[in-house]
């Protein structure tokens, strides 16, 4: 009988595993960031490095995501047809993605300057930490914020070459979102989480505690965002319709889950979210030309 060789993983898979779709959620920001640091349009030049950076660093956090928490994975029900807990991808493969988009990431840091060169190993540390941080902590979701809040930062750094105020607030304010709505994500893992004593603050408070812990986080993204308004002369009242809509797509994003019902909690995660992220980079990019 002839044996059939095992089919290569298509690129869509890959892309799948590492969930390249959620790119939405830190790219906008960051180029947000080029925008206000650059007061206008970046030279192209730095955007691609930009872009290519986010890409690999992401990429490889998802990799050494789903590396880390292959066995996790394959008890959960809700995760285990992914990539690796099915055997679609290989642990090498995987492994081999994971290793490679950091190199590129360290490369890209490399070409946009030296700080973000010399920043790179430090971020990728934090980046991986994250794959392990529900085994010790239950604040996983705000070490996520933090791996996010990092984009606009580092598309600072990368136009300018140094730090300043707003894109510490503007990194806070992702911080804030993305704690928020990886807390409305993981109560769909709640009772899994409880048997595996994995930690997450759900599991600690409780689905209506951690519903309104989630809404304080997401008008702490917005606060930030007021202060980056306040503090960017280039943004005017088009940020502020901005941030409008995005109050009235969290407001959405809240209102339909509720303790009883969670079935939305994928539309309230990357839908709602996908929109707000985008939404808001595109405003403000009208309004910083506008200007």
């Not at 920001?29 to 970046?42: E, N, S, V, W």
């Not at 911080?175 to 769909?188: E, I, R």
């Not at 209506?208 to 930030?224: V, W, Y």
Request: aromatic share 10%.
């Amino acid at each position: 009988m002839e044996i059939k060789p095992k089919p290569q993983p298509r690129i869509r898979t890959f892309l799948e595993m590492v969930k390249f779709s959620h790119t939405v959620f830190a790219l906008p920001f960051a180029l947000l960031a080029a925008l206000l640091a650059a007061d206008g349009l970046p030279s192209l030049w730095k955007i691609l490095w930009i872009i290519i950076a986010m890409a690999g660093a992401r990429t490889g956090a998802m990799g050494a995501n789903r590396l880390l928490d292959a066995k996790i994975d394959a008890r959960n029900p809700r995760t285990r047809d992914r990539a690796l807990p099915a055997g679609l991808i290989g642990t090498k493969q995987a492994l081999i993605l994971t290793l490679a988009s950091y190199l590129i990431f360290i490369f890209a840091a490399g070409m946009l300057n030296s700080f973000c060169l010399h920043l790179a190993p430090y971020v990728i540390m934090l980046l991986t930490a994250y794959s392990v941080a529900k085994r010790f902590t239950i604040y996983t979701h705000y070490v996520l914020g933090c791996c996010l809040g990092l984009a606009p930062i580092g598309a600072w750094i990368a136009i300018t070459g140094s730090l300043a105020l707003t894109p510490l607030i503007l990194g806070f304010a992702v911080g804030c979102w993305v704690s928020g709505f990886d807390l409305l994500y993981s109560l769909q893992d709640i009772e899994f989480d409880k048997q595996e004593g994995l930690h997450s603050i759900p599991v600690t408070i409780g689905i209506e505690q951690t519903l309104t812990l989630a809404r304080k986080l997401h008008l702490g993204m917005l606060g930030a965002l007021f202060f980056v308004y306040l503090a960017s002369p280039s943004l005017g009242w088009l940020f502020l319709l901005a941030l409008l809509a995005v109050a009235a797509l969290l407001h959405y994003e809240h209102e339909i889950l509720s303790p009883t019902d969670l079935t939305k909690v994928d539309t309230a995660f990357f839908t709602v979210n996908g929109y707000i992220s985008v939404t808001l980079f595109i405003v403000a990019a009208l309004d910083i030309f506008a200007g």
